[in-house]
């Protein structure tokens, strides 16, 4: 395989991202003292920062590719609603596909940092299922932007409350009727609403929780593809892709194929899920075959998990390790 060419073609794709996405806020500072008034450490703040997060992470690896995502989610009406359009719009990506509701907040995480440590989070967000008219109304900017052409969908679910089993059934459906290959990055919750799905990406402990099983991978991978076998069988997706955090990446159409991890220093693991299934859309819809999607969508998630924090993965560099390593 070209891996330059393939690479190449990431750059005309349209990439509907649909999901939960929020603000990812850091407050840093340095502990000098502790508080007179409570058992607590006094934070010297000297740094605020805002970055986007949840589903949007996959669109800004997507952008960071060369590709042109469209991010499709439901926020508040409200100013840190505001903020995180702003930060899309200076990322670039589209938010044609974004609702802002008055009966939501606006996702925010905001954690307090001192020398590179997390002293504390703190979550303000609006966790249940988004209301009927709310759904109504993003599956009607979902319509618009499929009908300007879209090359690939990802479900990207955070169990924040925007895919519902209806959305999922129906977006699914708009998909299938329209040729237009769906992957899907799940949680627990809806694990089997993705019925004929193209992809479907769960790590090995979603996998284990999805169908409620158990076992030691190490030991008894004969147990781990009785799952995924029981896992396709339910589902009746084309491609089964698990990740298996120090043991590499798995990866099946019809037979089973496993990629071990490659030797690195990890500094950080955050938002390497985000980065694995953006690349392998990419790769999908770009035509590469599945041992291939498995074993770029790897390294990939490698790559970044070698730089503390969630970050973007860098298109050269990846072009560059998987033209040395495949």
């Known amino acids: 395989m070209n891996y330059q060419d393939l690479f190449d073609q990431f750059s005309t794709k349209r990439v509907l991202v649909i999901g939960d996405v929020m603000v990812d806020a850091y407050l840093k500072g340095k502990v000098n003292r502790m508080s007179p008034e409570a058992p607590v450490p006094v934070v010297d703040l000297f740094e605020k920062d805002e970055r986007i997060g949840g589903a949007g992470n996959v669109a800004l690896n997507l952008?960071?590719?060369?590709?042109?995502?469209?991010?499709?989610?439901?926020?508040?009406?409200?100013?840190?609603?505001?903020?995180?359009?702003?930060?899309?719009?200076?990322?670039?990506?589209s938010t044609d596909g974004i609702y802002a509701s008055s009966n939501r907040r606006t996702t925010v995480k905001t954690r307090v940092l001192s020398n590179n440590q997390q002293l504390l989070r703190i979550d303000s967000e609006d966790t249940n299922l988004i209301k009927s008219t709310e759904e109504e109304q993003l599956l009607k900017q979902i319509n618009t932007v499929l009908k300007s052409g879209i090359d690939g969908i990802i479900f990207e679910d955070y169990n924040k409350g925007v895919l519902t089993p209806s959305l999922i059934a129906s977006v699914l459906s708009l998909a299938n009727a329209q040729q237009i290959p769906t992957t899907v990055d799940p949680k627990k919750d809806h694990f089997f609403e993705y019925k004929?799905?193209?992809?479907?990406?769960?790590?090995?402990?979603?996998?284990?929780?999805?169908?409620?099983?158990?076992?030691?991978?190490?030991?008894?991978?004969?147990?781990?593809?009785?799952?995924?076998?029981?896992?396709?069988?339910?589902?009746?997706?084309?491609?089964?892709f698990i990740t298996l955090s120090e043991h590499g990446v798995f990866i099946q159409e019809e037979d089973p194929i496993f990629i071990p991890a490659h030797l690195r220093n990890i500094a950080d693991v955050s938002g390497a899920g985000d980065t694995v299934i953006a690349v392998a859309t990419l790769c999908l819809i770009s035509g590469a075959d599945v041992p291939s999607i498995a074993a770029i969508s790897n390294i990939a998630g490698g790559l970044v998990?070698?730089?503390?924090?969630?970050?973007?993965?860098?298109?050269?560099?990846?072009?560059?390790e998987v033209t040395k390593l495949l």
């Not at 960071?64 to 670039?92: Q, T, W, Y």
């Not at 998990?305 to 560059?320: A, D, H, M, T």
């Open 305 to 320: 998990c070698e730089q503390p924090g969630v970050v973007s993965i860098e298109k050269e560099r990846l072009l560059n």
């Open 196 to 240: 004929g799905c193209t992809l479907f990406k769960p790590n090995l402990k979603e996998l284990k929780e999805g169908l409620q099983v158990d076992f030691d991978f190490a030991v008894d991978q004969q147990s781990f593809l009785r799952a995924v076998n029981d896992l396709q069988a339910q589902l009746e997706n084309s491609i089964s």
């Open 63 to 93: 952008a960071a590719l060369g590709a042109s995502p469209i991010i499709c989610s439901v926020i508040g009406s409200d100013s840190e609603g505001e903020r995180l359009i702003d930060l899309f719009h200076k990322a670039n990506i």
